[in-house]
């Protein structure tokens, strides 16, 4: 079945830094990747998302970019605010499903003010 | 409503007692899933409903675990006779379609002691 890693596991940028999280997959065919916020106490928020016949998808300051190849997609956050400290978890699809996914263990992002 | 809503929130169990955890999707949405989400880790795929059908129970733990959505809206997910091990927060998420921008309820913390 599908396996997800993600790194770093934690991460503290200064504000206005980028910060970058890395995931990698192991199933070929999954075809949607979708990347949740978390913050203390809610459920996870889904950010952004990217399909497979897509390599980069860009939302105001946060986006995310994918290679089919070596099977990894990363989540880029520019000009980071406090507010942005949560933890942020990436997912992919089980094969060619949409409904079933496969969540990475998560990195909690902290913005030093 | 605004979006998924859960209850209870929090529900504490001595071990041996069953629970039920309740889930109100948004309304009209056709897909609703449970995730199972322990402490520190991603979120774990339970399972999926697309109206009142069950279509993949296969991330439920054990036949301790169970989830119906009999008129296609609110879910229950009941567990019996919990265990320790069954700590985790319990996740509800519902889309209007498949399962692509699933949204995300806050979550039902549940400790067995």
């Known amino acids: 079945g599908e396996n997800v890693e993600q790194h770093p596991s934690t991460l503290s940028v200064q504000e206005g830094d980028s910060a970058v999280i890395k995931c990698t997959y192991s199933?070929?065919?999954?075809?949607?990747f979708p990347w949740y916020k978390q913050e203390l106490g809610k459920g996870p928020q889904l950010i952004i998302d990217i399909r497979s016949n897509v390599g980069e998808k860009k939302d105001q300051r946060i986006a995310v970019t994918l290679n089919k190849t070596a099977k990894h997609f990363s989540l880029h956050i520019t000009e980071t605010q406090p507010e942005d400290s949560a933890v942020y978890f990436c997912?992919?699809?089980?094969?060619?499903?949409?409904?079933?996914?496969?969540f990475g263990t998560g990195t909690r992002l902290k913005v030093l003010a | 409503g605004a979006g998924v809503s859960q209850s209870p929130r929090y529900k504490v169990a001595k071990r041996g007692q069953d629970v039920a955890l309740r889930c109100d999707p948004i309304?009209?949405?056709?897909?609703l899933f449970w995730y199972q989400q322990a402490l520190g880790q991603g979120p774990e795929f339970l399972t999926y409903f697309q109206n009142e059908a069950q279509l993949d129970k296969s991330g439920l733990p054990s036949d301790r675990f169970f989830a119906e959505r009999p008129e296609g809206s609110v879910s229950t997910l009941k567990i019996q006779r919990t265990q320790q091990e069954d700590s985790a927060v319990y996740l509800c998420?519902?889309?209007?379609?498949?399962?692509?921008?699933?949204?995300f309820g806050p979550g039902t913390r549940l400790t067995v002691t």
């Open positions: 309304s009209g949405h056709v897909s």
């Open positions: 997912a992919a699809s089980e094969g060619s499903g949409t409904y079933k996914y496969i």
């Open positions: 998420a519902s889309s209007p379609g498949g399962g692509e921008g699933g949204l």
């Open positions: 199933d070929s065919a999954s075809n949607y």
